[in-house]
């Protein structure tokens, strides 16, 4: 997606004067956003094993402590559903099942070692990000990440099924998504007409927004609660009682609405603080480390994405705004929160609603605080079964088949990583499904003929510097793995000292996808300084597919030659169409000969010909004998033969530069 920068040359800033200025705006942004925050924070916590209030908890504290320390413009800090398999995982690990067959002191005590992990990882998060070392969040291939998200995807569609159909299931990921069909037979039928009606209204919502703009004002989530809501009172949901369906008896009641506080400011009554005596066990560390590691990942690439669409193109600084997120965790684990990132379908929705600064986010919290303070009677008709098939639409949308397709296109060993560590993931846990699938995005490296001496440590050095431009060479291979000592090496000689950047790639034989996408990157951090980033020296490698981000390898590419051989008055003509094709140059040679026909006459005699060469790209060559065959072949003699040649330059042989090779191109001043 793009975004246009609005035509004003002030740069709204999250500051007193901003907060007076842009008021309204913030404030309107903030009520929109918190109206599909409410449901979603609920469900995120009801599905990660803790109390509904715990993700509003975690919402507002964000609000508040994130606005105050992080200098995100607009990223909207709460609980997100890419954390709930950790969430849970945690949960269970200390004898917990969350609100799967009610709030027992088994649940309690795990939640309580739950808020201790957080707490911990909570630290983690501000060290990290005070050491600068938020640039870890660059080392993740990318491939392998937008794996690890397809898995999560699929987990919250295993795990919510059950909820939205009225069924009790447990078990891992793939057991439960085999057990699909024994949920749908087993399940309550008011339950899962209320799940269903649900799923429909997130799936349906936003094709009815494509065409009529008045539905675009009300979001999906909030449909659905203006319709499961009633739905549940139709129900009688708040009382338990039974029902008998073809000779079936279901029970109802309110085990399948949100457990709320059933009095005015009876939140406070939920604030829970950690047990950490939790932390003497030795799993509760790989625990800490998981929320640590995917969280700070998730948070750190949310923010990024969100920079990439802020109308005035702000830039967030990722060691800020981690710390930011680890204050705002170790503050909700405190009162009973569960972990927070910088959310992106919040932060999404934020920038579409207008907002300016960072004081949306505030709003947003405030709004939640007052609702769930004022109101929570009403909250408490919430059933479950709506809130999971919002988070059944969330994790379709992560593991959505247009992910394997866009996958597909950057490169097959793309999508090797991309599957490989999804189903890695699915068979094991979040840390080692990722680690398998950076291992597999290693190996293919090492298969295209990266140096192992290379891999994690990079070959660079200033080969040029005139005082306004310098020419920074890499050597052997620039990968994910030696990515950030580059990027650093980019920044510091380019950004700090406020001079251009040639980065020359023509000494390395090999550059990965993920170091392609981030120079696009690093050449928009550029323009937005005013400085120019240009990346050369990559004639000579060829891309693995026509996608821009693809990865090059140096090496001779196959292109296809075709030599024709006609009478000399159809040169012009067949000279034309291949320079209307594409082609870069050709050749022609006047020569003699005979065709079958000629043969058959006595004596054979040699006519005039011409021999007509070009070297061009398949697409371009699959048109010219098209055009031969349609156009030339009827009315002409002619002859044409077609072969694979090897080029060391294939742009070499494209006109004006193919668009699908197009490289990182110079910044505008």
Same mark, same amino acid.
């Given at each position: ?63 508040? *402590? ?27 690990? %200390? ?78 990921? *793939? ?51 203006? *319709? ?36 005015? %400011?009876?939140?406070? $009554?939920?604030?829970?603080?950690? $047990? ?95 609702? *769930? ?91 040029? $510097? ?204």
């Amino acid at each position: 997606m793009t975004t246009t920068t609005p035509q004003t040359s002030e740069v709204p800033r999250g500051n007193l004067a901003g907060f007076k200025k842009y008021f309204k705006q913030d404030f309107i942004s903030g009520l929109l956003v918190f109206l599909i925050a409410l449901p979603l924070c609920l469900g995120i916590s009801i599905a990660s094993g803790y109390p509904p209030i715990a993700g509003i908890f975690t919402a507002i504290v964000g609000s508040v *402590v994130a606005t105050l320390i992080s200098n995100s413009e607009l990223t909207i800090k709460g609980p997100a559903a890419g954390l709930i398999v950790i969430a849970i995982g945690c949960i269970e690990s %200390f004898g917990g099942d969350g609100m799967a067959g009610g709030w027992s002191a088994n649940d309690v005590d795990a939640y309580r070692a739950a808020l201790a992990v957080g707490v911990a990882a909570a630290v983690l998060q501000v060290a990290f990000g005070f050491f600068r070392a938020g640039i870890l969040g660059e080392f993740f291939p990318i491939s392998a990440v937008h794996g690890m998200l397809a898995a999560i995807g699929v987990i919250i569609i295993a795990k919510q099924i059950p909820v939205a159909l009225g069924v009790t299931a447990s078990g891992d990921p *793939v057991t439960m998504l085999r057990e699909i069909p024994h949920y749908l037979a087993s399940a309550n039928p008011a339950i899962a007409t209320i799940g269903g009606t649900s799923i429909l209204i997130m799936f349906l919502w936003p094709m009815i927004g494509k065409k009529f703009k008045l539905a675009k004002v009300f979001p999906s989530p909030m449909i659905v609660l203006l *319709v499961a809501v009633p739905m549940g009172m139709f129900f009688d949901l708040m009382h338990e009682h039974s029902y008998v369906l073809q000779n079936h008896q279901y029970q109802l009641g309110e085990n399948y609405l949100v457990a709320m506080p059933d009095r005015v %400011f009876g939140m406070f $009554d939920q604030i829970t603080t950690p $047990d950490f005596s939790a932390l003497q066990q030795p799993k509760a560390w790989s625990w800490v480390f998981m929320f640590f590691v995917i969280g700070s990942l998730e948070s750190l690439l949310s923010a990024k994405a969100i920079d990439l669409i802020d109308p005035w193109r702000r830039k967030t600084n990722m060691d800020r705004d981690i710390v930011a997120v680890g204050c705002g965790n170790l503050c909700a684990a405190m009162v009973g929160g569960m972990p927070m990132i910088s959310e992106i379908v919040r932060s999404k929705a934020n920038i579409d609603n207008g907002a300016r600064t960072r004081f949306a986010d505030f709003w947003h919290g405030m709004f939640l605080l007052s609702c *769930v303070a004022m109101i929570p009677m009403v909250l408490h008709r919430i059933p479950m079964a709506a809130l999971a098939a919002m988070l059944i639409y969330t994790g379709f949308r992560l593991a959505h088949p247009s992910e394997f397709m866009n996958v597909w296109r950057i490169g097959r060993e793309q999508l090797a990583i991309f599957t490989v560590t999804m189903v890695a993931v699915l068979a094991t846990d979040l840390l080692i499904g990722i680690a398998i699938g950076i291992a597999t995005k290693v190996v293919i490296h090492l298969a295209n003929g990266v140096p192992l001496r290379s891999l994690f440590k990079p070959e660079i050095e200033v080969a040029d $510097d005139d005082g306004q431009t310098i020419r920074i060479v890499a050597y052997k291979s620039a990968v994910f793995s030696n990515w950030i000592p580059i990027r650093r090496q980019i920044e510091q000689l380019g950004l700090v000292e406020r001079k251009n950047v040639d980065f020359d790639l023509s000494e390395t034989k090999f550059v990965d996808h993920s170091v392609m996408d981030k120079l696009h990157e690093v050449s928009d951090d550029f323009s937005q300084q005013g400085l120019v980033f240009r990346v050369i020296g990559l004639d000579e490698h060829q891309p693995l597919t026509n996608h821009e981000h693809a990865a090059r390898r140096k090496g001779l590419c196959t292109l296809r030659r075709i030599t024709i051989m006609t009478a000399p008055e159809n040169e012009s003509m067949l000279v034309n169409q291949c320079i209307q094709l594409g082609a870069t140059g050709y050749t022609t040679t006047p020569c003699r000969g005979v065709g079958k026909h000629l043969l058959e006459q006595t004596p054979v005699q040699a006519i005039p010909q011409v021999r007509i060469e070009v070297i061009m790209i398949q697409t371009a060559c699959n048109e010219m004998l098209d055009f031969l065959r349609r156009e030339v072949q009827p009315h002409h003699r002619l002859t044409f033969v077609v072969e694979n040649v090897q080029v060391a330059r294939e742009n070499a042989f494209v006109a004006n530069g193919d668009p699908s090779k197009t490289l990182v191109k110079a910044s505008a001043v």
